[in-house]
């Protein structure tokens, strides 16, 4: 069944702490994205990847670093400069251009120690 | 910039009746997409429904529906003969075509609560 796995489903982070989210996908699409959602709020980009070995700032990109070594996998750093960090990770994939729908996977709960 | 407005934190509807969520959006791009996603407390995003700017006629798709009013900018979702498992958040979103990127702006979503 193809789709998309995000790894954990819950994390925790000391302060001061990098922490990587994992993305994966097996619906061969070349774009893979991260939103944050915080309660009571819509879903905001993060980063986007339309391309292996490419990748554009979102809206929200300060405090995040994310690769793009393989067509499959986006994952997602939150380093220690992002100052609140705790908030619901959700990555998605689709193909290019088009009006296809963006297929998300299950999301990551991120939460300060 | 594009923008997505759901004016409706909450709403209430009783099984078996139709209730309405109301989308509105803004963008000077001719080209666009619009999409209904459903939420459910388990977190994942679940596509609903899709409209183009260029669709002649309102998308359907099983109980859902989009009332797509172009020239008022507005993109509602229908949902037809409520079910309690409809209970979710319900997130209106715009998709922007640049040919180099796709980027969708989500609303800020409505809490929909099925009642016996």
């Known amino acids: 069944d193809g789709g998309i796995t995000q790894s954990p489903k819950y994390l925790f982070r000391k302060e001061g702490q990098n922490v990587t989210l994992s993305c994966e996908q097996n619906?061969?699409?070349?774009?893979m994205y991260w939103y944050r959602q915080d309660p009571g709020q819509g879903l905001r980009l993060i980063y986007y990847?339309?391309?292996?070995?490419?990748?554009q700032k979102g809206d929200i990109a300060e405090g995040y670093s994310v690769s793009r070594e393989k067509k499959e996998s986006f994952p997602l750093t939150v380093t220690s400069a992002q100052k609140n960090p705790t908030a619901f990770y959700l990555c998605?994939?689709?193909?290019?251009?088009?009006?296809?729908?963006?297929?998300f996977g299950d999301g990551t709960r991120l939460s300060i120690l | 910039a594009q923008k997505i407005t759901q004016t409706q934190p909450g709403m209430f509807v009783q099984e078996k009746e139709a209730v309405t969520l109301d989308c509105t959006y803004d963008?000077?791009?001719?080209?666009?997409?619009l999409f209904w996603y459903k939420q459910p407390s388990s977190g994942e995003m679940i596509f609903l429904i899709y409209?183009?700017?260029?669709?002649?006629q309102n998308a359907t798709e099983g109980r859902y529906s989009l009332n797509f009013q172009k020239a008022r900018k507005s993109a509602n979702l229908v949902i037809s003969a409520s079910q309690l498992g409809d209970s979710a958040m319900y997130f209106c979103?715009?998709?922007?075509?640049?040919?180099?990127?796709?980027?969708?702006?989500f609303g800020t979503g409505t809490r929909l609560q099925v009642t016996l």
């Open positions: 998605a994939s689709s193909i290019i251009g088009g009006v296809e729908p963006q297929h």
């Open positions: 619906l061969n699409h070349d774009a």
């Open positions: 990847s339309q391309i292996v070995n490419d990748f």
């Open positions: 963008t000077s791009d001719p080209s666009y997409g």
């Open positions: 409209q183009g700017s260029y669709d002649q």
């Open positions: 979103a715009i998709l922007i075509n640049t040919g180099t990127a796709s980027k969708l702006t």
